[in-house]
């Protein structure tokens, strides 16, 4: 038996008052007063006529809520199934009618616009607002302490990531590799102690989210900010006030920790550890921030496919700038964790010698069984054991491995994956818009964003508004393109197919101009 909830009830009973949830610098719950309400919740589940393996959806901003809800969905045994907090309501319903959720819980703001767009659909569970009564009738049943049986290979987390072509994939995280990840962390990435802080600043959805599990199973303390969301300066206060923290960040919250930092002439005092991923780093800015905060900094990388847990850059490695070849260490992702073997392989999937350019693929423990009812993707995605992460790579001698490409069309902006297709078919739904395509424009704030190369149909003009207004009544706001370029054709080969690399090359060419111009 292996229910990742387990970590939270031994912790409960050897430690009832130890501290455990907060918002801000408020506790509002320790120990043996999470792990009651997480029983409870279970309780509710069970009289809800939640079964084994039914899913549960949280499309929740950062509320300790949502870690209760959590623990008591694999408390009855369910699946949980994180939906990010900024996703259109129709994205939602899609991820909650693909899943089957039974229950879906969404936070006060969240829950009407949700409820107007599965009102009419069938097989998914009725939207419980947080801020309703029916969600306090949960609080008011008796606790029910008998966890479920769940076997390591049972799902724990339901994780819906993108897909190229357009529809988000399920990615299924089982219990065990939950356990890998958190043990692997202990062993790879940083240790975890009980007067350990966690400040979760970043979605709980995704690997912020995810990390929450080595902190219970020590009993660290879990602390949610009072913003719901990311502020250099309250994580700064935070950070002094509890003095051993944690925090995982995008580059781009890093980036602006440290400008915030200079400007406000903040040290950084309390925060123990750093952890980054989730998009690329530019290398003078973590130089930058090392030089602000000291050896505070890990970096991490990993895919819904292996969360959290392919490779890590030391904190040693990340400071140190004696070595030779400092500055290469420090353009890499690290090496690969305890329970990861990463290779380099060709297009036959061939393993390909250090220093040879690859796709990058990974098996362990740590790597998903497959895809959600979505046996064609799993195929591909899992070939032999192996995960092929569509990612171009290469491994040194030392096993230090450097990242060349993303996955092809895959841009991150903020931490956030967009996947050009998704907002491509959006556009092509306008009237005005003939043929369309979407690439990462360099952005120093965000590391990257939308860019779209747009061929207007004949008897309309460009009209950047209105393209926006379309795009933000159908997809989330933060995937909308930040710039619409008119172009006669689209570059393409002789097979019909998008030469995405010329559109790059173009907008490197306009920011080139554009800086020759303002110099």
């Known amino acids: 038996m292996m229910n990742i909830s387990l970590w939270l009830q031994r912790m409960a009973r050897a430690h009832p008052q130890r501290p455990a949830l907060f918002v801000g610098v408020r506790q509002i719950a320790n120990y043996g ?39 008591g969905a694999w408390y009855a045994g369910a699946v949980v199934v994180p939906i990010n907090a900024k996703l259109h309501p129709r994205e939602v319903a899609w991820i909650m009618g693909d899943a089957e959720v039974a229950l879906t819980f969404a936070s006060a703001d969240l829950a009407a616009p949700l409820q107007a767009h599965v009102h009419a659909q069938t097989g998914v569970g009725r939207v419980i607002d947080l801020a309703g009564t029916e969600f306090a009738e949960l609080f008011e049943f008796e606790a029910d302490p008998d966890i479920a049986v769940r076997a390591a290979e049972d799902l724990a987390w339901l994780f819906y990531t993108s897909g190229t072509t357009g529809r988000p994939k399920g990615v299924m995280i089982t219990h065990r590799m939950l356990q890998v990840m958190a043990l692997t962390y202990f062993s790879d990435v940083d240790s975890v102690e009980t007067p350990d802080v966690a400040i979760y600043a970043a979605p709980l959805s995704h690997g912020a989210g995810l990390y929450n599990v080595m902190h219970v199973l020590v009993g660290a303390r879990h602390v949610l900010p009072r913003s719901g969301g990311f502020d250099a300066l309250e994580i700064f206060d935070l950070a002094k006030h509890f ?21 406000t002439g903040q040290t950084g005092a309390g925060l123990r550890s750093v952890i980054y991923g989730g998009g690329p780093m530019y290398q003078e800015d973590i130089i930058a921030a090392v030089s602000c905060f ?14 959290m847990c392919i490779t890590a850059l030391s904190r040693a490695d990340v400071a140190d700038r004696s070595h030779p070849r400092w500055r290469a260490r420090l353009a890499s992702v690290g090496r690969a964790q305890a329970a990861a073997q990463v290779r380099i392989a060709d297009v036959q999937g061939r393993k390909m010698p250090n220093g040879a350019t690859g796709e990058i693929i990974v098996r362990g423990d740590a790597v998903m069984p497959g895809y959600w009812r979505n046996p064609a993707a799993t195929a591909r995605a899992l070939v032999q054991g192996w995960l092929r992460t569509g990612d171009m790579g290469q491994l040194d001698d030392e096993g230090y491995l450097t990242l060349k490409d993303r ?72 995937k909308r393109p930040k710039a619409y370029i008119e172009i006669s054709e689209l570059p393409k080969n002789n097979y019909g197919k998008v030469l995405k690399t010329d559109l790059r090359a173009r907008l490197a060419e306009r920011a080139l101009r554009s800086g020759q111009k303002n110099a």
């Open 407 to 478: 996955s092809k069309d895959l841009i991150i902006s903020g931490g956030s994956n967009i996947y050009p297709r998704e907002v491509e078919e959006v556009l092509l739904t306008h009237p005005s818009v003939s043929e369309v395509s979407v690439v990462g424009r360099a952005d120093a704030d965000w590391g990257e964003v939308v860019a779209a190369f747009v061929v207007i149909n004949k008897d309309y003009q460009l009209d950047e508004a209105a393209l926006a207004a379309h795009c933000v009544a159908q997809i989330a706001r933060f």
């Open 33 to 71: 007063q999470f792990d009651h309400c997480a029983a409870q919740a279970a309780a509710w589940f069970k009289a809800s006529g939640i079964q084994v393996g039914d899913r549960i959806a949280l499309h929740l901003t950062n509320v300790p809520e949502y870690l209760i809800l959590l623990y």
């Open 243 to 263: 003095e051993r923290a944690h925090l995982f960040a995008a580059p781009t919250m890093v980036k602006r920790m440290t400008e915030a930092a200079k400007a």
């Open 294 to 307: 000291g050896p505070i900094f890990i970096q991490i990388y990993g895919q819904g496919e292996c969360p």
